[in-house]
């Protein structure tokens, strides 16, 4: 899961000067496996779409599966990814939760 910083934070604690991979932006998110994939909120909602459409069509040239099922295998990848991103959305919302209960505790 992606763990928002703001690009300050990110630069401060990363000691990189970091900006949207795409466009150049100043970035929203950072999301870390073996590389920092750094997006804005721009790129991010137009970019990430297109490339899951495209990684889909390419399994589907890799292990074909017949005409009429392709596209329930396109909606099947998009239902995936939709539970993904009201999971992300929601582990984002409790984490603001707790913040604000933090920041309430210690006043």
């Known amino acids: 899961?992606?763990?928002?910083k703001s690009s300050e934070v990110f630069n401060r604690e990363s000691g990189k000067n970091?900006?949207?991979?795409i466009c150049g932006n100043e970035?929203?998110?950072t999301w870390s496996r073996n590389e920092d994939i750094i997006l804005c909120s721009s790129c991010a909602f137009d970019i990430l779409p297109k490339?899951?459409?495209d990684a889909v069509a390419n399994r589907l040239l890799n292990h074909p599966i017949p005409?009429?099922?392709?596209?329930?295998a396109f909606k099947a990848m998009w239902k995936e990814a939709e539970k993904n991103y009201w999971y992300a959305a929601a582990c984002q919302l409790l984490q603001a939760v707790k913040r604000e209960d933090a920041a309430h505790d210690s006043n």
Do not use: G, R
């Not at 899961?1 to 928002?4: A, E, G, R, Y």
């Not at 970091?18 to 991979?21: A, F, I, W």
């Not at 005409?67 to 329930?72: A, E, G, N, P, T």
């Open 1 to 4: 899961m992606s763990t928002w």
């Open 18 to 21: 970091t900006t949207c991979q």
């Open 27 to 29: 970035p929203d998110a």
């Open 51 to 53: 490339l899951m459409a």
């Open 67 to 72: 005409k009429d099922l392709q596209i329930s």
